[in-house]
């Protein structure tokens, strides 16, 4: 453990990691997320995190990679959606995390293919969470729709984080910084709950 890089970054995304299962923002179907930590490196979490690991990760678990997802720290496997994250952490200068997540109440919408409206003061300014089309799990389509999504909304993903929303599968956040794309995981999380319950109270 003493020998790993970017050991302060590894010890956030463990605490990341489990805050997003505890608090319902993943489950046993997947998520995963990556951080950038040199113009040509980042870190990411390892296949499984979720399904085998219940989100309890270690700091040796995390992957450091170059922008070509070869592995240079880490035994582990590389989750299926690190060309997803590599898309977008190489090619925007301003997002340094980008979470893939399944929240409770954003499957809600994510299953019926609904972008989620931003109805709370928390999300103001960053538009609804648009959908990408229908793509197949696990593809190099589907990152590279996700990465369309992000170029098409680019003048607001290098101020502000943004989301977007995977049809049937779950949705993807960025942020400058691990915490800010965890904020904006746990933001539309909650509009996405107020906007399923404000037409019943």
């Known amino acids: 453990m003493s ?12 605490k990341v990691a489990k805050m997003m299962w505890d608090r319902r923002l993943t489950n046993a179907a997947g998520g995963n997320f990556a951080v950038k930590v040199a113009p040509d490196r980042m870190l990411i ?5 979720s399904d085998r690991k219940h989100c309890e990760l270690a700091v040796e678990d ?4 170059d922008f070509d997802l070869n592995i240079l720290e880490g035994t582990g496997k590389l989750s299926r959606e690190s060309y997803m994250h590599q898309l977008i952490l190489k090619n925007f200068d301003n997002i340094g995390c980008t979470i893939h997540a399944h929240p409770m109440y954003c ?5 019926q293919s609904k972008p989620i409206p931003n109805i709370s003061e928390a999300t103001m300014g960053r538009g609804e969470v648009g959908c990408i089309p229908y793509t197949k799990a696990y593809t190099r389509e ?10 098409e909304h680019r003048a607001i993903a290098e101020k502000k984080p943004i989301g977007c929303i995977l049809p049937l599968h779950g949705v993807v956040v960025s942020g400058d910084d691990i915490f800010m794309a965890y904020s904006m995981l746990e933001r539309i999380e909650c509009d996405a709950m107020c906007g399923i319950f404000k037409n019943n109270i």
């Open 3 to 14: 020998n790993l890089s970017f050991i302060e970054t590894r010890q956030e995304m463990v």
């Open 107 to 111: 499957m809600v919408y994510v299953v």
């Open 142 to 151: 589907l990152s590279e729709n996700v990465y369309q999504y992000f170029e």
């Open 45 to 49: 979490t390892p296949s499984l995190m």
């Open 62 to 65: 995390m992957l450091l990679v």
